[in-house]
């Protein structure tokens, strides 16, 4: 009897011992499962994302990968920066070695001759548009599909319809035109836009945002 009971408990020791004591007893848990599907695929160079026009910020950056066991997961950065639409983001995988902190060089901000009528001339550059007359600026607002700023001179004229264009230009279509005891300056856009105007000696002072 006492013979049968130790054989029964020796069966139930070795039933529940792991097996490989050098282990820990989760250890499988720990190491990933990994999947079949098929990983062979090109490796990271380089691809640009284009934002639309009315982009200003980008706040955050997410990206999704798929891990060793198939499972798409993701992570993300918050930046907080200020972009150019026109400009794509990049992203790419590389490894460079000594890279050198890049030179600031400060460039003095060259305008553009953009259009030219009797009375007014307008310059561009960048995102600046300066608008040079003595004649008295009645009005300025925006306006949509197109986007456009008008801008309305007071002058009793008998100017003729008069159309500049400036292809791949931010201000790239002007249009002037003669109304009851003034005149309209239309200048459309490239994109979407708000603006801030300021008085300058020369004239008139726009600065797209």
């Known amino acids: 009897m006492i013979q049968t009971l130790f054989i029964t ?14 282990f820990p007893s989760d250890a499988k848990k720990e190491i990933p499962i990994t999947s079949n599907e098929d990983m062979s695929v090109p490796p990271l160079k380089r ?12 706040q955050k950056v997410t990206i999704e990968y798929k891990t060793l066991s198939g499972f798409v997961e993701n992570k993300s950065i ?13 992203v790419s995988q ?24 009797e009375y007014v001339t307008l310059y561009a550059s960048g995102k600046e548009l300066k608008v ?4 008295k600026m009645l009005r300025n607002f925006l306006m949509v599909q197109p986007h456009r700023i008008v801008l309305d001179f ?21 249009r002037v ?14 994109g979407l836009y708000t603006y801030k105007m300021q008085t300058i000696a020369d004239g008139y002072l726009f600065k797209l945002r």
């Open 154 to 174: 007071d002058r009793d004229t008998t100017l003729k319809m008069y159309i500049k264009e400036n292809p791949k230009q931010i201000f790239n279509k002007i």
């Open 47 to 58: 691809v640009a994302i284009t934002l639309p026009s009315q982009a200003r910020i980008i």
């Open 78 to 90: 918050d930046l907080e920066h200020s972009i150019d639409w026109h400009l794509p983001i990049f």
């Open 177 to 190: 035109g003669n109304h009851n005891k003034y005149y309209r300056i239309v200048i459309e856009l490239d």
């Open 132 to 135: 040079v007359t003595t004649d």
């Open 94 to 117: 590389s490894y460079t070695e000594n890279v050198e902190t890049p030179k600031v060089v400060v460039e003095k901000t060259t305008f553009e001759q953009i259009a030219s009528i």
């Open 9 to 22: 408990l020796l069966l139930l020791v070795n039933l529940y011992a792991r097996e490989n004591p050098f």
